[in-house]
């Protein structure tokens, strides 16, 4: 792969990043934003308990629980605390890494948990 398809490579994620990442507040919008006037402690166990639970579960997308979770910090323009959840960042990133090498690893992905693995993975040092 060249300098210029790793770029265009780059550019096709984020793109792609940032619609699924739209869609999925568009989503928590319509489903009348729940978590609005959840006091930001509550947020971030309500989102650790979720990244928890899809971290140790056996599915490979995140919940839609979690997708809000997710879209409610976006829309505080807040970022959840990474501090305390690298055992799970790490459950996870091993999750991942076994559709490595599959056939059918987009259809079990479906998107979504790439977008939201890469936008946590930066967060996870």
Do not use: C
Request: proline share 2%; no cysteine.
């Amino acid at each position: 792969m060249t300098i210029n398809d790793e770029a265009f490579r780059d550019q096709i994620i984020s793109h792609a990043a940032a619609a699924s990442k739209m869609d999925e507040i568009a989503g928590y919008l319509r489903r009348g934003r729940e978590h609005e006037h959840l006091p930001l402690a509550n947020l971030q166990a309500a989102y650790e308990a979720a990244l928890h639970a899809w971290a140790v579960g056996q599915h490979y997308a995140p919940s839609e629980h979690y997708l809000d979770l997710s879209a409610e910090f976006e829309l505080r323009s807040l970022e959840p605390d990474y501090a305390g959840l690298r055992s799970d960042m790490d459950l996870l990133s091993s999750k991942i890494q076994t559709l490595k090498g599959r056939e059918d690893a987009a259809d079990i992905v479906g998107g979504k948990i790439i977008d939201t693995y890469l936008r946590d993975q930066k967060h996870r040092n």
